[in-house]
């Protein structure tokens, strides 16, 4: 069974209009992603996870209609983000499982948390500070990790940098999950990205909080990056923390399948250390749906 932790939900149930997609140059430097997709294409790509979890993400506090994952986006699906996760979801209740987009400014985040998790059947929740433009410390954004610890909703941050030119890196820093876990040490988190480029930080959070894990989604078209981030979650003896997950579109699961495999063949004919191939495996077939108590 393979789990995949970090996915984005499609804007449209049926064909994409021509003049909605989006080809995004920025999100990696080998190829451009189409930003803008269907079910249909998500499903396709998003073999050979078995399970995957997928969610949108609030711009804007209020986000009541408009995009799933970025701004102005146009869909086919009634409802606003949250709806559209949920009607993905109910369609392929035994490939699915949604998370819900809060923004910690949205005067109705907490009534909203409750409709996703009581009538829509979302399960966890997705936050990205840095896109969302919230302190992570602040008030308005603790008041959902209390909601979210109470009611056994796991939160997945978006983590490190971005190229999105009006999102406060610092607000994505890995250190501050450090002081949100200290303060909610029941609340399942989960880092995205292992917190690119500061992966020792991620590595360094996710080894002393029993409750915090990352993903290692969007990481493997920068080699070196890749191959940096595995020996130091190695060397901080973490491995066993990480969760396997695709970013999707950014990257599709199978390309992340396969970069695993290809860990350390920046290091090969070198003295340099190897990541263990079987504890590169073992994240393919985590359960993390167990670690999450989503099972
Ligand atoms: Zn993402």
Redesign the pocket.
């Known amino acids: 069974m393979i789990i995949d932790v ?3 939900t499609p804007q449209y149930r049926g064909t994409v209009p021509a003049d909605q997609r989006i080809i995004n140059p920025a999100w990696r430097p080998d190829r451009a992603v189409s930003s803008v997709y269907n079910w249909d294409e998500y499903l396709r790509e998003q073999k050979p996870a078995d399970i995957s979890i997928v969610f949108g ?1 609030a711009w804007h506090p209020g986000d009541r209609t408009g995009g799933v994952n970025g701004i102005d986006e146009s869909s086919d699906l009634p409802g606003n983000l949250n709806d559209k996760t949920a009607a993905f979801v109910q369609a392929y209740p035994e490939r699915l499982i949604g998370f819900m987009s809060l923004h910690p400014h949205d005067p109705q985040a907490l009534e909203e948390l409750e409709r996703c998790r009581c009538d829509l059947g979302l399960r966890g929740i997705k936050l990205g500070a840095n896109y969302q433009i919230f302190h992570p410390l602040e008030a308005r954004a603790l008041a959902i990790y209390e909601g979210a610890q109470r009611q056994g909703l796991p939160v997945l941050f ?1 983590q490190g940098t971005s190229p999105v030119r009006m999102a406060p890196i610092r607000f994505a820093h890995p250190l501050l999950m450090d002081e949100v876990a200290l303060r909610y040490p029941d609340l399942k988190i989960i880092m ?1 990205h292992m917190g690119h480029p500061w992966t020792a930080d991620t590595a360094v959070v996710i080894r002393k909080h029993p409750n915090v894990y990352a993903d290692i ?2 990481l493997f078209y920068r080699a070196f990056g890749y191959y940096e981030a595995m020996i130091k979650a190695t060397e901080w003896n973490v491995l066993d923390k990480l969760l396997f997950a695709s ?1 999707y579109p ?1 990257t599709t699961a199978a390309e992340t399948y396969d970069a695993l495999h290809k860990v350390n063949d920046i290091v090969a004919g070198t003295s340099l250390p190897r990541v263990p191939e079987d504890k590169l495996e073992a994240i393919i077939y985590r359960d993390s749906l167990k670690l999450l108590e989503l099972n």
Request: net charge negative; no cysteine.
């Open positions: 970090h996915s984005h993400v978006h995205a989604s969007g970013d950014v």
